[in-house]
Nanobody
Framework: QVQVVESGGGLVQAGGSLRISCAASGRTFSSYAMGWFRQAPGKERKCVAAINWSGGSTYYADSVKGRFTISRDNAKNTVYLQMNSLKPEDTAVYYC?????????????????WGQGTQVTVSS
């Protein structure tokens, strides 16, 4: 059984930083791409960052490019999202997901397994 667990969310002031983590188990983690999605109240869930199986290819949404960094440690079955220069509009529930393929996708339909989400709140 695949389990995906996020951690590290919280409350931070605008301009601050947070790192959220995602631990996955029950699958050959290093064979699959991983993604971070976020969903704000009343809005659809969107991919903010994704990383391929090896970590050699990444994707960032325009809204976070230059501020967020996705990385993975296949030895620890963990993917990270370092978030810097946070803005109030980054406030959302952040979800980690496991792709069914090795290459990056930004479509939520490509992701088979999801965590419960972690709340990130940025105060102005």
């Amino acid at each position: 059984q695949v389990q995906v667990v996020e951690s590290g969310g919280g409350l931070v002031q605008a301009g601050g930083s947070l790192r959220i983590s995602c631990a996955a188990s029950g699958r050959t983690f290093s064979s699959y791409a991983m993604g971070w999605f976020r969903q704000a109240p009343g809005k659809e869930r969107k991919c903010v960052a994704a990383i391929n199986w090896s970590g050699g290819s990444t994707y960032y949404a325009d809204s976070v490019k230059g501020r967020f960094t996705i990385s993975r440690d296949n030895a620890k079955n963990t993917v990270y999202l370092q978030m810097n220069s946070l803005k109030p509009e980054d406030t959302a529930v952040y979800y980690c997901a496991v792709d069914r393929d090795a290459d990056i996708s930004t479509s939520s339909r490509r992701y088979d397994y999801w965590g419960q989400g972690t709340q990130v709140t940025v105060s102005s």
